[in-house]
Nanobody
Framework: QVQVVESGGGLVQAGGSLRLSCTAS????????MGWFRQAPGKEREGISC????????YYVDSVKGRFTISRDNAKNTLYLQMNSLKSEDTAMYYC????????????????WGQGTQVTVSS
């Protein structure tokens, strides 16, 4: 049974930092491209970053580029999102998702999703 679990969310002041983690089990983690998505209240879910299965390729949307860093540790079956210089508009539920294959694309279909971790940035 595949399980995907996010952690690390919380309440932080604007300008602060958080590191999200996502741990997966029940599959071969290294076979999957990973992505981070978020959904703010009243808004559609958006993809913000993805990383190829080996970690050599990463992609960020413009709104987080230069502030967020995605990384993965295949030996630990864990995905990370380091978030710096947080803004109030980063407030959202953050989800990690897994897509079998090597192509990092936020528009592709992701096979497995976590339950999400809440990030709230106070101004």
């Amino acid at each position: 049974q595949v399980q995907v679990v996010e952690s690390g969310g919380g309440l932080v002041q604007a300008g602060g930092s958080l590191r999200l983690s996502c741990t997966a089990s029940g599959l071969t983690f290294a076979d999957y491209t990973m992505g981070w998505f978020r959904q703010a209240p009243g808004k559609e879910r958006e993809g913000i970053s993805c990383i190829s299965w080996g970690g050599s390729y990463t992609y960020y949307v413009d709104s987080v580029k230069g502030r967020f860093t995605i990384s993965r540790d295949n030996a630990k079956n864990t995905l990370y999102l380091q978030m710096n210089s947080l803004k109030s508009e980063d407030t959202a539920m953050y989800y990690c998702a897994m897509r079998r294959g090597w192509i990092c694309s936020l528009g592709a279909t992701y096979n497995y999703w976590g339950q999400g971790t809440q990030v709230t940035v106070s101004s």
